[in-house]
Structures are given as C-alpha cells and as structure tokens.
T-cell receptor, first 112, second 111 residues
Framework: EAQVTQNPRYLITVTGKKLTVTCSQN?????MSWYRQDPGLGLRQIYYSMNVEVTDKGDVPEGYKVSRKEKRNFPLILESPSPNQTSLYFC???????????FGQGTRLTVV | DQQVKQNSPSLSVQEGRISILNCDYTNSMFDYFLWYKKYPAEGPTFLISISSIKDKNEDGRFTVFLNKSAKHLSLHIVPSQPGDSAVYFCAASATGNQFYFGTGTSLTVIP
C-alpha cells in the first residue's frame, strides 16, 4: 500500500531536549516536504527536498533541521525544541509538481 | 503575511446542493493551485489542481475555477454529499517546490 509513515504520532517533550520525527515513503518519490499546522494559520511549509542530498527552506524553517540521505526518508530534527514549536506536523511526498501529493497522518508535538 | 487566504472559516450546505469554497491569493507569480481535503486525525488528501494556463478543471463532482485577474479560485462540489464534510485547504505555488496554504474552510454537508 502506498503510504507516508510518520513516527511518533504523538510526542510530549520538554524544552531543549533534542528530538527527531521520522518520515518514510514507499513510493520512490523524489519530492518530500514537512509542514506544520496551527489554528488560524493553516499549513505552513518548513522544509522541502527535491531529491537525495537536496534540501531547501520553506516558509518557516527557523528552529528545524532536515536531512535527506536516502530517497525514502526525510526526518525532521528539532535540536532545541521550544514551546512555540508545539504543533501538528505533516510529512508529504510526491513525484513532483503535477503529481498527487501524499501526506502522512501527522505528528502532534507538545513542548512544555 | 498570508499569501493564500480562505476568508470563510466554515460553510454549511444541504445534501444535494452545491458547495462553493473560495480562496484568494496575493502573489501574482503563483501558477499552480491545489485543493486538499482533510478529515480529523488524518493527513490532507489531494483533491484537484489547476495550472494558470487554464481557468477551469473538472474531476467528477469537483470543479476548480481560476480567475487570474482577480487572483481568486473556487472549488465547486456538486452535488454535495455528507461524506464531503471536512476541512478544505487551497494551496498555491510559484516554483513547484514551495507551497503556500490557506487557513482552511470547514465544510458541513447536512443530510
């Protein structure tokens, strides 16, 4: 089954404790992206990747890092999480513009 | 500053009638537009898209209209069904890499 898998689905952490949210897709997609969803702000793009070792900043990259060492994986790293990073995070992938984008089920992160 | 705006947070429609969801954008460089549907506790799912070379794209019950001069697009759902009840997001892109989303419109279709 074609899917984008994010882990964990729910995470509560403390300020400053490094964390990684994993994202994996099984469709051999070249394009992957991370978004955060906040009330009243919709979805905002954090980072995207056009292919292995090619990443670029989206609209709200501050406080986040990503890596794309292999095509299927695109982890989101919060080196020093802060409460303003409490949000619902989505990973997405596609073959590129004009192709259907598949989203993961989301990771609800709470930073206290 | 929000480059893609959905000014109606919610919309209620009777089953069988037309649902019209609206989206406005400010960046004239946007040339590709998409609509996504999102159910609670799930990720968004792609619904329909349109490029700026067209002014209409249809897929079954869903039609997207683009008015470039007004920087406005709309999604029409005809006929509306209870299963269409969800949050709808419009999104736009100028480069095909970076996407800007609206804040979403919650559609309720009343049986």
């Amino acid at each position: 089954e074609a899917q984008v898998t994010q882990n964990p689905r729910y995470l509560i952490t403390v300020t400053g404790k490094k964390l990684t949210v994993t994202c994996s897709q099984n469709m051999n997609h070249e394009y992957m992206s991370w978004y955060r969803q906040d009330p009243g702000l919709g979805l905002r793009q954090i980072y995207y990747s056009m292919n292995v070792e090619v990443t670029d900043k989206g609209d709200v990259p501050e406080g986040y890092k990503v890596s794309r060492k292999e095509k299927r994986n695109f982890p989101l790293i919060l080196e020093s999480p802060s409460p303003n990073q409490t949000s619902l995070y989505f990973c997405a992938s596609s073959y590129g513009l004009g192709f259907t984008t598949f989203f993961g089920q989301g990771t609800r992160l709470t930073v206290v | 500053d929000q480059q893609v705006k959905q000014n109606s947070p919610s919309l209620s429609v009777q089953e069988g009638r037309i649902s019209i969801l609206n989206c406005d954008y400010t960046n004239s460089m946007f040339d590709y537009f998409l609509w996504y549907k999102k159910y609670p506790a799930e990720g968004p799912t792609f619904l329909i898209s349109i490029s700026s070379i067209k002014d209409k794209n249809e897929d079954g019950r869903f039609t997207v209209f683009l008015n470039k001069s007004a920087k406005h697009l709309s999604l029409h759902i005809v006929p509306s069904q209870p299963g269409d009840s969800a949050v709808y997001f419009c999104a736009a892109s100028a480069t095909g890499n970076q996407f800007y989303f609206g804040t979403g419109t919650s559609l309720t279709v009343i049986p």
